[in-house]
């Protein structure tokens, strides 16, 4: 897929720093940490998933692995988290399953991203 991914140490160190720089806002914030990786099509689902427990750990408000294949990926990565709130992102043609927005809920997730061609279609015209 000719992604790169940085090391887990780098991973977990930018996750930190960005619950500190979040956490050093006065009188609060409401910044939501997201942990995301997307070493799954580089080093494997396993390696992406033990990447997001390190982000919860370090402090990440939301977990998200980029490119979940199946919804059986997505259900052991729900519950390898709880309680942490997990995000699927589901784009017309991407790898993740067209999951509905009640599919998702249902196998637990708590953030869904759902992006249709027009959606997407718009995205490539603002960039032009």
């Known amino acids: 897929m000719g992604k790169q991914v940085v090391s887990r140490e780098e991973f977990v160190m930018r996750i930190r720093a960005a619950v500190q720089a979040r956490d050093s806002i006065p ?25 997001l427990k390190l982000a919860a750990d370090a402090g990440a408000d939301v977990c998200f692995i980029e490119g979940v294949k199946t919804e059986g990926q997505l259900r052991r990565t729900v519950d390898a988290l709880a309680p942490k709130p997990v ?4 784009i017309s043609g991407g790898l993740t399953p067209s999951f509905t927005y009640q599919e998702a809920e249902a196998i637990g997730a708590k953030v869904i991203s759902k992006h249709s061609d027009f959606q997407t279609c718009l995205l490539c015209l603002i960039d032009i």
């Not at 914030?29 to 080093?43: H, M, N």
């Not at 995000?87 to 589901?90: A, E, G, T």
């Open 27 to 51: 009188g609060n914030s409401d910044f939501v940490i997201i942990g995301r990786t997307d070493s799954a099509q580089v080093l494997g689902f396993d390696e992406a998933l033990l990447r």
């Open 87 to 90: 995000l699927v992102n589901v």
